[in-house]
């Protein structure tokens, strides 16, 4: 069983940086068999990847974040967070956290991030961008 909280959305002008954290809750037998992620979902578009992270602190990103993203982790704390820089309007979408418990070590390195393999989600948090 897993639980994601995730917040820090708000408005922000182009340029500008957002951290948005996700507070996790693991059962202890299960931490070690995850990876987390990181999608966003614009209206009348399609969920999309944005990051993912496995356990261990192996991370990938799609390209169009790539170099202004950064998805990291705070084991003790239980808490994944995406660091958001150089913010532009496309990247105007509700974001959410996600986790993965069928996710081997390693494997965020080679697997797409698909929404269809990760089962656990947080409500959401908006994040807007402007000129």
């Known amino acids: 069983q897993v639980q994601l909280v995730e917040s820090g959305g708000g408005s922000v002008q182009a340029g500008g940086s957002l951290r948005l954290p996700c507070v996790a809750s693991f059962s202890e037998y299960t931490y070690s068999n995850y990876c987390m992620g990181w999608f966003r979902q614009a209206p009348g578009k399609e969920r999309e990847g944005v990051a993912a992270?496995?356990?261990?602190?192996?991370?990938k990103y799609a390209r169009s974040v790539k170099r202004r993203f950064t998805i990291s982790q705070d084991n003790a704390k239980k808490t994944l967070y995406l660091q958001m820089n150089s913010l532009q309007l496309e990247d105007t979408a509700m974001y959410y956290c996600?986790?993965?418990?069928?996710?081997?070590?390693?494997?965020?390195?080679?697997?797409?991030?698909?929404?269809?393999?990760?089962?656990?989600w947080g409500q959401g948090t908006q994040v807007t961008v402007s000129s």
């Open positions: 992270i496995d356990s261990v602190g192996n991370a």
């Open positions: 996600a986790a993965d418990l069928g996710c081997s070590g390693g494997d965020v390195l080679v697997r797409a991030l698909r929404v269809e393999d990760f089962g656990y």
